[in-house]
């Protein structure tokens, strides 16, 4: 048994080596009475302007009888605080299964759900091969900053395509709605793999795109440790399907025989979408996120958020959550404090924004995506990819305005409200640079009619500082995918098709890289628990 304290505040300039000290006192005990403790959770408490202090959850190990220990402490109570017994629920996978596995099972896709799956099952002997139509992240870094200082663009290594997936170069967010050992698991190997071991516990956990690579690089390594093996510049072009069951993949690369494989393209891999489809892969419609980019001058969300006092220079760059209620609500989305504008591009001829940061969140710029979920009765047509149409339709308008530079079409916040065009081109920190555009013109009229809405809402509880200087930028369409590969909730397999596991986000099931992540665990676990493992045979 452990002893969990909650809810135990430290000022902000109080050490977080103090902590120990706090946990003591609430427990009645010496420091040295503690055999051991553990950060649970670490949160930021804005709710007084002027008093700002974080609020921590610990984990505690005493050398004396914790028992007796625990009912002292809940006898003498320190105010808010809650002391309660603790036993921390520890992830393990299912038993192996006893189907032999007559080929290696395979991973499409090196995003998080793809790397965390090949990683779990490498690491339990079953030597999978992960494909990956890009680069290695070491040469797609290269590539990205050639395109973003007006080089060409590289339809296989680009901000979507290439080791890491679309989270390689994004905010480098390790939120998740969900909870619970799997998920903590997925955090621990993410630090474990060169990330930050705050991010077991930060409230805002982050690690820019500065950070992912690495992060990347020591994931593909450790498969390849255990056994795996992860083919660049190899893109799945075929199914091999008979019966109802899957025997192999067609790939740039020749053909791989395969029984199991494993599904996680991403949202923008819209030419796999394509041929799932004209195999009679199950496929849905799915709501997806879609709107634009707000920029503003960091210094002005700053001031909104701490007041008048340098808290940045404690707390860092300050950022936000926002929703405008409405028939549909405008919400933030991707919140990039101290970060650029990025070309989020996958297809030649196409434009779309995404944003991302640094790990240091240095830059004089804070942008979000401003979206709104886009429900089904808004796309154009009934069929599985009408949602993709929608999104190409407004991402080619786009690319149009900015051209084979691909420049970045933004307008001013106020003048977007008031129906004018910016007659001067404004700060961007988008490095390729921007065009003036109407941005009405590149969103749908239900979406566009929602930003006329929300956008004044948001100003309003900022008191005029929320649009003040501010830029908008679009289309943002690329936040969730508009397409759900169907799977079974149990077997987590395509229904009809055996061995067939689609997994992430891009075939609907995640919303970020950790819940991408997890659902790579889940389903390595499900084909665990089918199959036995090739070492074993």
Same mark, same amino acid.
């Given at each position: 048994?452990?002893?969990?304290?909650?809810?135990?505040?430290? $000022?902000?300039? @109080? *050490? %977080? =080596?103090?902590?120990?000290?706090?946990?003591?006192? #609430?427990?009645?005990?010496?420091?040295?009475? +503690?055999?051991?403790?553990?950060?649970?959770?670490?949160?930021?408490?804005?709710?007084?302007?002027?008093?700002?202090?974080?609020?921590?959850?610990?984990?505690?190990?005493?050398?004396?009888?914790?028992?007796?220990?625990?009912?002292?402490?809940?006898?003498?109570?320190?105010?808010?605080?809650?002391?309660?017994?603790?036993?921390?629920?520890?992830?393990?996978?299912?038993?192996?299964?006893?189907?032999?596995?007559?080929?290696?099972?395979?991973?499409?896709?090196?995003?998080?759900?793809?790397?965390?799956?090949?990683?779990?099952?490498?690491?339990?002997?079953?030597?999978?091969?992960?494909?990956?139509?890009?680069?290695?992240?070491?040469?797609?870094?290269?590539?990205?900053?050639?395109?973003?200082?007006? $080089?060409?663009? @590289? *339809? %296989? =290594?680009?901000?979507?395509?290439?080791?890491?997936? #679309?989270?390689?170069?994004?905010?480098?967010? +390790?939120?998740?709605?969900?909870?619970?050992?799997?998920?903590?698991?997925?955090?621990?190997?993410?630090?474990?793999?060169?990330?930050?071991?705050?991010?077991?516990?930060?409230?805002?956990?982050?690690?820019?795109?500065?950070?992912?690579?690495?992060?990347?690089?020591?994931?593909?390594?450790?498969?390849?440790?255990?056994?795996?093996?992860?083919?660049?510049?190899?893109?799945?072009?075929?199914?091999?399907?008979?019966?109802?069951?899957?025997?192999?993949?067609?790939?740039?690369?020749?053909?791989?025989?395969?029984?199991?494989?494993?599904?996680?393209?991403?949202?923008?891999?819209?030419?796999?979408?394509?041929?799932?489809?004209?195999?009679?892969?199950?496929?849905?419609?799915?709501?997806?996120?879609? $709107?634009?980019?707000?920029?503003?001058?960091?210094?002005?969300?700053?001031?909104?958020?701490?007041?008048?006092?340098?808290?940045?220079?404690?707390?860092?760059?300050?950022?936000?959550?926002?929703?405008?209620?409405?028939?549909?609500?405008?919400?933030?989305?991707?919140?990039?404090?101290?970060?650029?504008?990025?070309?989020?591009?996958?297809?030649?001829?196409?434009?779309?924004?995404?944003?991302?940061?640094?790990?240091?969140?240095?830059?004089?710029?804070?942008?979000?995506?401003?979206?709104?979920?886009?429900?089904?009765?808004?796309?154009?047509?009934?069929?599985?990819?009408?949602?993709?149409?929608?999104?190409?339709?407004?991402?080619?308008?786009?690319?149009?305005?900015?051209?084979?530079?691909?420049?970045?079409?933004?307008?001013?916040?106020?003048?977007?409200?008031?129906?004018?065009?910016?007659?001067?081109?404004?700060?961007?920190?988008?490095?390729?640079?921007?065009?003036?555009?109407?941005?009405?013109?590149?969103?749908?009229?239900?979406?566009?009619?929602?930003?006329?809405?929300?956008?004044?809402?948001?100003?309003?509880?900022?008191?005029?500082?929320?649009?003040?200087?501010?830029?908008?930028?679009?289309?943002?369409?690329?936040?969730?995918?508009?397409?759900?590969?169907?799977?079974?909730?149990?077997?987590?397999?395509?229904?009809?098709?055996?061995?067939?596991?689609?997994?992430?986000?891009?075939?609907?099931?995640?919303?970020?890289?950790?819940?991408?992540?997890?659902?790579?665990?889940?389903?390595?676990?499900?084909?665990?628990?089918?199959?036995?493992?090739?070492?074993?045979?």
């Amino acid at each position: 048994m452990a002893i969990r304290i909650s809810n135990l505040r430290l $000022g902000l300039d @109080e *050490p %977080e =080596s103090a902590l120990g000290e706090h946990l003591a006192r #609430a427990l009645g005990v010496t420091r040295e009475a +503690l055999a051991s403790w553990r950060i649970l959770r670490k949160s930021l408490d804005a709710r007084v302007r002027d008093s700002f202090h974080f609020v921590y959850s610990a984990e505690v190990v005493a050398h004396a009888d914790e028992a007796a220990l625990l009912r002292r402490a809940q006898r003498k109570r320190h105010g808010e605080i809650l002391i309660e017994a603790r036993t921390e629920p520890v992830f393990t996978f299912p038993c192996p299964g006893s189907v032999p596995l007559e080929e290696r099972p395979v991973i499409v896709g090196s995003g998080p759900a793809g790397l965390v799956a090949g990683y779990f099952l490498a690491e339990q002997g079953y030597a999978p091969i992960v494909l990956e139509r890009g680069k290695r992240v070491r040469e797609r870094i290269h590539d990205v900053k050639r395109f973003d200082s007006g $080089g060409p663009f @590289e *339809p %296989e =290594s680009n901000y979507l395509f290439g080791e890491g997936g #679309a989270g390689t170069f994004s905010d480098g967010k +390790l939120t998740c709605r969900v909870s619970g050992p799997d998920v903590r698991r997925v955090l621990e190997l993410f630090a474990e793999c060169k990330g930050k071991p705050s991010i077991l516990y930060d409230y805002r956990p982050h690690l820019g795109s500065n950070r992912l690579p690495a992060v990347v690089k020591a994931l593909r390594r450790r498969i390849e440790t255990y056994g795996g093996e992860v083919r660049f510049n190899c893109r799945v072009e075929d199914l091999d399907i008979a019966d109802g069951r899957l025997r192999g993949l067609a790939t740039s690369s020749g053909y791989i025989p395969a029984q199991v494989v494993l599904l996680a393209i991403g949202h923008s891999a819209r030419d796999t979408y394509a041929m799932l489809l004209k195999h009679g892969v199950p496929m849905a419609q799915k709501p997806f996120q879609m $709107g634009v980019r707000i920029e503003q001058p960091q210094e002005n969300v700053n001031r909104v958020t701490y007041g008048r006092a340098p808290l940045e220079e404690k707390l860092g760059a300050a950022d936000y959550t926002l929703v405008a209620r409405g028939p549909h609500d405008l919400f933030s989305f991707c919140m990039c404090a101290g970060g650029q504008i990025i070309p989020s591009v996958s297809d030649e001829g196409y434009y779309c924004t995404n944003g991302m940061s640094l790990s240091r969140r240095a830059s004089p710029f804070a942008n979000s995506g401003m979206v709104v979920t886009v429900p089904r009765e808004h796309f154009p047509g009934t069929d599985e990819l009408a949602g993709l149409r929608l999104q190409a339709e407004y991402e080619r308008r786009a690319f149009e305005l900015g051209g084979r530079a691909y420049l970045c079409p933004i307008q001013g916040a106020q003048d977007f409200l008031l129906d004018r065009p910016t007659r001067m081109l404004p700060p961007c920190s988008h490095e390729r640079g921007a065009v003036l555009a109407r941005i009405a013109e590149l969103v749908p009229q239900f979406l566009r009619e929602t930003l006329y809405r929300g956008l004044p809402i948001l100003d309003r509880r900022w008191h005029g500082k929320f649009l003040q200087d501010a830029t908008l930028a679009g289309p943002e369409s690329r936040g969730s995918s508009p397409v759900r590969i169907v799977r079974d909730e149990q077997t987590r397999q395509s229904p009809g098709i055996e061995g067939l596991y689609p997994v992430g986000e891009g075939a609907g099931y995640a919303g970020g890289i950790v819940s991408a992540a997890v659902d790579g665990l889940r389903s390595a676990a499900a084909v665990m628990k089918l199959y036995a493992p090739l070492e074993r045979r």
